[in-house]
């Protein structure tokens, strides 16, 4: 196992186009994580799944953001309506149980 | 509601010690995290507190105080590659399910020569 996958690393995107990120965490790993990191701040977190189940969304969390995990492997972020805020990294990570997490490489995204 | 509060920036010189703070306010709590982070990197794990004391681990030893809310990450026989930024996390009071870390702004740490 190489790690926590993400795909794309690069997206470049019109405003107002919606956009789909690919997250694979480490196989055996049930907790996986969906974070926002703008330059020179700290990961944010945005959303988190134990398997299937989404269990807490930021309250920060525009609804034209949503995310899914529907065999509780892979997830999936998905941005619709993109505004030149949405520019960021977004970062996966995962976790067995409640210890440290492993994060990606992340999805660089530039909305112009 | 929840804050963790680190310094911006910290410089120091190779082969020193250095001490990175950390303050937390969380809704519970159920440990403590640093990462590291290179630029263009993704954060890297380096310690985990979750009872009171040190952990140490190499050149890296993490300090914890619950009822501070308070912890720090020190770094010993400073090496240029340790100019990062670190991050301070805290998971809050786990339920059955367990919850997020949540995220410091981190301190950007440059080491020179």
């Known amino acids: 196992d190489t790690g926590v996958s993400q795909d794309p690393r690069h997206k470049i995107t019109k405003r107002g186009q919606n956009v789909t990120f690919r997250c694979d965490p480490i196989?055996?790993?049930?907790?996986l994580y969906w974070y926002r990191q703008t330059l020179g701040q700290g990961p944010e977190f945005l959303t988190y799944?134990?398997?299937?189940?989404?269990?807490?969304k930021s309250r920060l969390l525009s609804d034209r953001f949503s995310a899914e995990r529907p065999k509780g492997s892979f997830s999936t972020l998905e941005i619709q309506r993109t505004e030149q805020g949405d520019s960021a990294m977004y970062l996966c990570?995962?976790?067995?149980?409640?210890?440290?997490?492993?994060f990606g490489q992340g999805t660089r995204l530039t909305v112009v | 509601g929840q804050n963790i509060d680190q310094p911006t920036e910290m410089t120091a010189t190779e082969g020193a010690i250095v001490q990175i703070n950390c303050t937390y306010q969380t809704s519970g709590f159920n440990g403590l995290f640093w990462y590291q982070q290179h630029a263009g990197e993704a954060p890297t794990f380096l310690s985990y507190?979750?009872?009171?004391g040190l952990e140490e681990k190499g050149r890296f030893s993490s300090f914890l105080s619950r009822s501070k809310g308070y912890s720090y990450l020190l770094l010993k026989e400073l090496q240029m590659k340790d100019s990062a930024s670190y991050l301070c996390a805290v998971r809050s009071a786990a339920n059955q399910a367990g919850t997020a870390l949540i995220f410091g702004k981190g301190t950007t740490l440059s080491v020179s020569s």
């Open positions: 799944f134990q398997n299937e189940a989404q269990l807490e």
């Open positions: 196989s055996e790993h049930n907790r």
């Open positions: 990570a995962s976790s067995p149980f409640n210890t440290e997490a492993f």
């Open positions: 507190n979750v009872l009171d």
